[in-house]
């Protein structure tokens, strides 16, 4: 339970850079979530510091002139975080359709998604959730950056790095009048 209740989404991190042998631990605490029927329908896409990785975060940047202030910033501070991140960790769903509907692969990469970064803060490092899922100008702009096939699904994006400051405790955040007792 203590990973879980500490967790938290970091945002700064430091020049360290993350081993290899750690992206394979989370990557393998990511491939042992739950999935439906089994399927393990997911593609992992690793990006660590560098031209690539400053590149991708460029793609935060891009096409929102015509935003609203408050998005322009909500994008901004994103491609901070990735310039920042030692690595970024691309999760797809692997669809079985041409539209990807009516399938379970986004379930499937939310639970990989939560394991990877449990894993991240079990190891020490911080991660955070970038979505892109239903991100339609994101969603084009990160198949043409990773050239991914026809059937990879771009789900969320993870950066990962050591963090740069402690996260804040979390309040607490069971709330009673969120559960209902069928009797």
């Known amino acids: 339970m203590s990973i879980l209740l500490t967790r938290r989404s970091v945002r700064k991190f430091t020049t360290e850079a993350v081993s290899d042998d750690n992206i394979r631990h989370i990557l393998r605490a990511a491939m042992y979530a739950p999935s439906a029927v089994n399927k393990q329908n997911w593609q992992f ?37 990735l310039r920042s991140a030692a690595a970024a960790i691309l999760i797809c769903g692997v669809s079985e359709t041409e539209l990807g509907e009516g399938e379970s692969w986004p379930v499937n990469c939310g639970a990989a998604t939560q394991n990877l970064l449990l894993a991240a803060h079990e190891l020490g490092l911080g991660g955070v959730w970038l979505g892109v899922f239903n991100l339609a100008p994101r969603i084009k702009e990160v198949i043409e950056f990773f050239n991914l096939p026809a059937n990879h699904r771009p789900f969320a994006l993870c950066a990962i790095g050591h963090p740069a400051a402690v996260p804040a405790e979390s309040k607490e955040r069971y709330d009673e009048s969120k559960v209902h007792w069928i009797k």
């Open 45 to 81: 896409y690793v990006v660590k510091r560098g031209e690539k990785l400053a590149e991708l975060a460029t793609i935060w940047d891009s096409k929102i002139l015509d935003k609203t202030t408050m998005e322009k910033e909500f994008y901004t501070s994103r491609s901070a975080i």
